[in-house]
């Protein structure tokens, strides 16, 4: 698909609505530009990491509790091996 649009003297482009609608863009939507090479871009819509919620299937329930404590285990193993 080949879609042309203006843009405006503030740097503004409008997304063409059936880009829009393919990538599920809607208003206050951040996306991302991505300069391939000197004369292309591509641009992705941010996933908003709380969009993902329920994403991912498991039998244990979310504990936020326990994933700040999983964090916090993972960021001692971490540094821990490191001299600093």
Do not use: C, H, W
């Not at 203006?6 to 300069?35: D, M, S, W, Y």
């Not at 039998?59 to 193993?77: E, G």
Request: glycine content about 4%; cysteine-free; proline content about 5%.
């Amino acid at each position: 698909m080949l879609f042309t649009t203006t843009v405006t003297e503030k740097g503004q482009a409008t997304i063409p609505t059936a880009l829009r609608k393919k990538l599920g863009i809607q208003p206050n939507t951040k996306v991302v530009f991505e300069l391939k090479n000197e004369t292309e871009i591509t641009l992705k819509p941010v996933q908003n990491f709380f969009s993902l919620k329920g994403s991912v299937k498991s039998k244990k329930p979310f504990n936020i509790t326990d994933m700040d404590k999983a964090v916090a285990k993972a960021v001692k193993k971490t540094y821990a091996k490191r001299n600093y």
